[in-house]
């Protein structure tokens, strides 16, 4: 039995849990299941269960939940040897305060530099700071957000990159990428909600070469279901992809829509289930 948890995929068994914690009748039919079929906006509980109780589970989140938030993420890179820009990671103001305090020379990188909080995606909540006066004035807000329980945030060395990142999205052995344009260079965001372009077939060779960087990091972690953001530095001749960020839920404009996107995620959770081999 293929027991599905996922609004859009239909299956033997059809279950939604959104707005609920998993319970034992969940647990029950994932027991009797010989695959599960996740939302892509499941929670960890439920991910937990299903993946502890079946031994067929896509799609596979054991990365997203062992290592997450930017955080998270900058550990997983680390751990994984993959190019990314050198970072520093502070689990709250307090770490910073004791790695700096009020000397900002003691950090590693010069201006321009990049902070991340822990939380947002698509741009949001990553900023760049060209002074120490906005370095000190993000740090005032970083202690106005862990006044509020939000905490934890990146301090990265600035790549440039000419107003571009490359996108490359993995649906289970589906690679696709395609290029994020500001057409104002000077503008840092490159995300699609920040008013970039698509560009689907500039510069190849380098979307391959993200596409195959990719491919190997999702072997390495059994990632199969995320949107990548990817740099090419513009001031190197013969530059790699830099891993910047792992996006697990994702815009779908760069890959035509809603519904482009999900009968490609229908289609590859047929494909998974195919070499699944269940008899």
């Not at 995300?191 to 072997?219: H, N, P, W």
Request: charged share 25%; proline share 4%; hydrophobic share 35%.
């Amino acid at each position: 039995m293929i027991l599905s948890f996922h609004p859009c995929f239909e299956a033997d068994k059809n279950v939604l849990c959104a707005g609920r914690l998993p319970d034992e009748k969940d647990l029950a039919l994932i027991r009797s299941s010989d695959a599960v079929i996740l939302p892509q906006g499941c929670k960890e509980p439920l991910y937990r269960m299903a993946s502890q109780n079946c031994n067929r589970v896509f799609p596979d989140y054991t990365a997203r939940f062992s290592h997450p938030g930017k955080l998270g993420q900058s550990r997983l890179f680390m751990e994984t040897g993959t190019l990314h820009p050198e970072t520093i990671a502070f689990d709250d103001y307090s770490m910073f305060d004791r790695f700096c305090g009020k000397n900002i020379h003691e950090l590693p990188f010069s201006f321009p530099l990049v902070i991340k909080f822990d939380w947002g995606g698509e741009g949001d909540n990553v900023h760049i700071l060209r002074s120490e006066t906005e370095l000190k004035k993000l740090i005032e807000m970083i202690q106005d957000f862990e006044k509020t329980g939000q905490k934890g945030f990146l301090i990265q060395k600035y790549i440039p990159a000419g107003g571009r990142s490359l996108r490359v999205v993995v649906i289970y052995k589906h690679y696709e990428s395609y290029w994020r344009i500001h057409e104002d260079n000077g503008n840092f965001y490159s995300s699609i909600s920040k008013g970039a372009r698509i560009d689907k077939t500039s510069d190849t060779r380098l979307q391959e070469q993200a596409i195959d960087a990719v491919s190997s990091f999702c072997f390495r972690t059994g990632i199969n279901l995320a949107g990548f953001d990817i740099l090419f530095s513009s001031q190197e001749e013969n530059p790699h992809p830099v891993f910047l960020e792992i996006n697990y839920f994702f815009g779908r404009q760069g890959l035509g829509g809603s519904d482009a996107y999900y009968e490609l995620l229908v289609e590859q959770i047929y494909r998974w289930i195919d070499e699944q081999k269940i008899k």
